[in-house]
């Protein structure tokens, strides 16, 4: 048992993953010489060598198009977009390419890819440098899309992304990075596609992912002051969507809302919303409620407060829905 960051938690899954599997890359902007922007990649250069860990031009869709010619040549990359809004240049090779190809080969030829996309806000960066853009990729066929919400599910679904034969958009929660959790990276973990129930309740599900999960469990903290009984779902995973896990928890609360810093409208709270009235319809007591960010462009710097969801926020929507 040891404190655990999130960064470094990541750069040990890339290191264990370079170690066991020689055919792995690891390339993106800075990624090799300077360790990354947010130190994931730091001493990986110097440890395994710069023909397997290397810096590439400020071109994003040329990350994203090489990446695909490697896999098809039989290596298996994963890439850094260095924030999640330097992603889109990629946007093409992504999604005509890297998620297409598996389904274009038939299944012949797998796209082993990794995109690691550092996403969200809260760390007061610029404009460009802050976003939440999980609703396009969990869009998009062909990509599964995770979000690990702390330090240790970090390192397992890192893991279990890279041993996936299919293209992976691995969205990590930059306000999370510096946060320690206690445990052990070798314990177990659900695999790609499992929710966890990281607080059982009684009286409302509050449904979350990445850094929306620690203000969850602050929400559900406060409402047990007033003798409200919470139960927080960490979803990991986007795409597949645990819907077994999120119906049978509103099954027990008769209760949901839906948590995530995205834009609210046609955002991933909308897809889960709507599996839930498909799902547990018979089970609601109260219409679910959505705890978003605005149909605005992500905002920069300190303004960021007032966009992100706070607890506040969640506790007022658990409790109108409690109330309903």
């Known amino acids: 048992m040891a404190d655990v960051t999130m960064n470094g938690a990541l750069n040990e899954a890339l290191r264990r993953s370079l170690t066991e599997d020689d ?38 869709s040329a990350i994203a198009g090489v990446s695909v010619g490697l896999a098809v040549a039989g290596w298996h990359p994963v890439i850094e977009m260095q924030f999640d809004s330097f992603s889109y240049p990629a946007f093409n090779q992504i999604v005509n390419h890297v998620a297409r190809y598996r389904n274009r080969t038939r299944g012949i030829v797998p796209m082993p890819i990794v995109i690691r996309i550092p996403y969200g806000g809260a760390v007061g960066a610029a404009e460009n440098h802050s976003d939440s853009p999980e609703g396009y990729w969990a869009q998009t066929p ?17 893991r279990a ?12 929660p930059k306000s999370r990075y510096w946060v320690e959790e206690v445990g052990d990276l070798a314990d177990p973990a659900p695999p790609i596609g499992r929710a966890r129930v990281v607080r059982d309740g ?21 409402a047990a002051e007033t003798g409200t009984s919470v139960e927080v779902i960490d979803l990991r995973s986007l795409v597949p969507l645990d819907v077994e896990t999120i119906a049978g928890s509103v ?30 319809f018979d089970h609601l007591e109260a219409p679910v409620a959505r705890v978003t960010g605005y149909d605005i462009p992500y905002p920069t710097a300190t303004i960021e407060q007032h966009y992100v969801p706070t607890a506040e ?12």
């Open 23 to 60: 055919r792995m890359l690891v390339f993106g902007e800075d990624v090799g010489r300077l360790g990354g922007v947010f130190r994931i990649t730091d001493g990986l250069q110097q440890e395994f060598g710069e023909r397997r860990v290397f810096d590439t031009p400020l071109a994003e």
């Open 313 to 324: 926020r969640i506790l007022a929507a658990i409790a109108r829905t409690v109330e309903y």
């Open 142 to 158: 062909g990509l599964k899309v995770v979000i690990p919400s702390g330090a240790l599910d970090a390192y397992a679904l890192l």
């Open 161 to 172: 992304s890279i041993a996936d034969p299919d293209p992976v958009v691995f969205l990590e």
């Open 251 to 280: 099954a027990r609360t008769g209760r949901a809302v839906v948590v995530h810093e995205a834009p609210m409208s046609y955002g991933p709270g909308a897809e889960v919303s709507a599996r839930i009235v498909e799902e547990s």
């Open 202 to 222: 009684t009286d409302c599900s509050v449904v979350a992912y990445g850094a929306m999960v620690a203000r969850a469990l602050a929400a559900a903290d406060r």
